[in-house]
């Protein structure tokens, strides 16, 4: 199975002619209310591609909690390891997008801020056995460290969404514990000072990320498509044509159609193809865990 230990939202989405002033109260003309959170997003897509699934981390115990597990259970994540913590509330992100299409975006990462490395027993079953352990950074660095720390020691390959990126940057000793390192466009400028436009500046990029001791760099370029640099192979992938309505978590079914492609076999290159079909698809339908594609869907715009 796959392992994603990370962050369980609810999110609260606003669409809104126009943003609110201070002091404003304003109707919105609709508003939606559903599962969010990288964790919770990547186990979900991973669950819908077909592949056995555990996400790890925390919910409060409360109202959103039950609405979290019973939207993850349903997709057939295994949420035994998604525990409640008494003491906060489960994290809740408000979201409002006007007609533009600009968000404002506002967290309170709740449960899933609320422990650090000293908890890393809690999650370790979530890894027994796992064929590789997705990590993003919407939880405490430490405790991230201590995951990827203890999966290097059980030779489980880490991918690793630097996402978002903490404001000290991205620690050291995770660079070198990232197997795999699957920054976007912001990401990686924020990571290595180069901002990739195409794949020479996006493989300049990489090298930077490589001298830091991540293994395979794999760099999302959005609309533009993704380049990866893995040892002994490199190139790009042209973004797949589709209609793109919402790009809400077309990071994180990529990454879920990255890992699910690899713990089954595929080299990188058929890896990243998969990956870039998943995101492609996501972009097609709203919302977050919800827009997630499934093998079936990802096969047929491969084949298309
Ligand atoms: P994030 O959601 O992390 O910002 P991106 O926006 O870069 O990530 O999207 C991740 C991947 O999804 C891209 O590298 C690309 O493969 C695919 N993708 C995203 N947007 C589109 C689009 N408009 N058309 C086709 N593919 C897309």
Request: hydrophobic share 50%.
């Amino acid at each position: 199975h796959i392992a994603v230990i990370g962050s369980t939202n609810i999110d609260f989405v606003m669409h809104v002619t126009r943003f609110a002033r201070p002091g404003e109260t304003m109707h919105v003309h609709a508003s939606s209310t559903g599962l969010g959170g990288k964790g919770a997003n990547q186990a979900m897509a991973v669950a819908r591609l077909g592949q056995a699934v555990a996400l790890a981390g925390w919910t409060g115990r409360d109202m959103l909690a039950s609405m979290a597990r019973t939207t993850l259970e349903g997709a057939g994540v295994d949420t035994r390891w998604l525990l409640e913590d008494a003491a906060t509330g489960t994290g809740r992100a408000f979201i409002t997008i006007n007609r533009a299409g600009e968000n404002q975006i506002l967290v309170d990462g709740g449960a899933n801020m609320a422990h650090t490395d000293t908890s890393l027993p809690l999650l370790l079953p979530a890894l027994d056995g796992a064929g590789m352990v997705m990590l993003q950074m919407e939880m405490d660095p430490t405790l991230m460290i201590a995951v990827a720390r203890h999966a290097r020691a059980h030779a489980i390959p880490v991918m690793l969404d630097p996402a978002p990126v903490p404001a000290g940057g991205l620690p050291d000793e995770l660079c070198r514990l990232a197997d795999i390192l699957t920054p976007n466009e912001r990401e990686t400028a924020a990571l290595t000072g180069i901002e990739p436009k195409d794949e020479t500046t996006a493989l300049a990029a990489a090298r930077i990320l490589h001298e830091r001791g991540v293994s395979t760099a794999i760099i999302k370029l959005g609309h533009r498509g993704v380049v990866y640099s893995a040892p002994g192979a490199q190139g790009f992938i042209p973004p797949f044509r589709v209609h793109a309505i919402d790009t809400v978590a077309a990071g994180d079914c990529f990454n879920a159609g990255l890992a699910t492609a690899m713990v089954t076999g595929h080299p990188p290159a058929q890896a990243v193809r998969v990956a870039a079909a998943c995101g492609a698809l996501a972009t097609t339908r709203a919302g977050a865990a919800q827009a997630a594609p499934t093998m079936a869907d990802v096969t047929a715009l491969m084949a298309a």
